[in-house]
């Protein structure tokens, strides 16, 4: 059986087809050029897919993981923020459906990670665990006793919109102080560039940099790592999961800071938490949306 899996993300919209073994045959990645707003996203979506579908395979359903609160049980956007601007309210599921003709399942892209990492990652007997996502925004996902917790609204896990900094930095959801604002691969990059007068255009420039000890970026990564560090030592107390999960962009630099942020997390007079980078990297996301498909597909709960 083989399926498509889909990450909308707002710098790319990733797909790939993935077997029911877990097997990853083809992929395609489209900017996802979310700044010209909702048909655009769209239309970057319906490219992955159609140009998928065209492939020699015998696609049975497609999953979708996206970023912003997602009523997975009727395929909606209940709230998306500004990195995906005109998203909120989109029936994704029955545009995609009566498109394609094809059964889909839509979710949160980090609860889809998550997903992913349990089913082809390297965490399968754990079944208490944070994710926490750092990208264009910062998202996250909660499992408890082997089962996704998505709150009552669809919120759960959204770690990014929750206050960090009172009256601190402006959020592009509109509020002051929010995770996001502090620990998005975008916050971190605009910091690099305030702090040193830099043009940086991407936080693998930076760590570059601080890798290579230049002395005005060391403290913005030191203090990006001290912030992180804080952040899951205060998700760590009112949680306590067997293990957090770190993905999403930020991720792929880790040989530079992951090191650093270890030690900062010792600081805790508390015990520190056991912290593990995700295992699939950018493809989690992707192995999560298509593990949720073929669950519908096979009547299973999902």
Request: aromatic share 8%.
């Amino acid at each position: 059986m083989e399926v498509i899996g889909v990450d909308i993300g707002g710098t790319a919209i990733k797909g790939a087809i993935i077997s029911s073994n877990g097997d990853w045959w083809e992929e395609i990645n489209v900017p996802t050029r979310a700044k010209n707003g909702k048909n655009e996203i769209l239309s970057g979506l319906m490219r992955v897919i159609s140009e998928l579908l065209n492939k020699k395979f015998n696609i049975v359903g497609i999953g979708i993981g996206s970023a912003g609160n997602i009523d997975h049980l009727n395929g909606i956007v209940d709230f998306a923020s500004e990195n995906l601007p005109g998203w909120s309210g989109v029936c994704l599921q029955s545009v995609i459906e009566e498109t394609y003709k094809l059964p889909v399942v839509v979710d949160n892209d980090a609860n889809m990670a998550l997903l992913g990492e349990m089913w082809c990652g390297s965490h399968p007997h754990t079944q208490s665990v944070v994710m926490v996502t750092l990208g264009t925004g910062v998202g996250g996902a909660n499992m408890f006793d082997g089962k996704l917790s998505r709150g009552a609204s669809f919120k759960g896990g959204n770690w990014g919109h929750s206050n960090f900094v009172p009256g601190g930095r402006l959020c592009n959801c509109g509020r002051k102080g929010c995770v996001e604002a502090y620990l998005s691969g975008t916050a971190f990059v605009e910091r690099a560039c305030e702090q040193t007068g830099r043009c940086y255009r991407h936080g693998a420039d930076v760590f570059n940099d601080y890798q290579h000890r230049v002395a005005d970026v060391v403290p913005v990564v030191q203090s990006y790592i001290q912030e992180l560090a804080l952040f899951i030592d205060s998700l760590a107390e009112g949680l306590n999961p067997e293990m957090f999960l770190i993905g999403g962009g930020v991720i792929h630099a880790k040989e530079i800071w992951w090191e650093d942020f270890q030690k900062c997390l010792k600081q805790n007079p508390q015990p520190s938490p056991l912290v593990r980078s995700a295992s699939l990297g950018n493809r989690a996301g992707i192995y999560g949306a298509a593990s949720t498909i073929i669950k519908k597909v096979e009547g299973k709960e999902f």
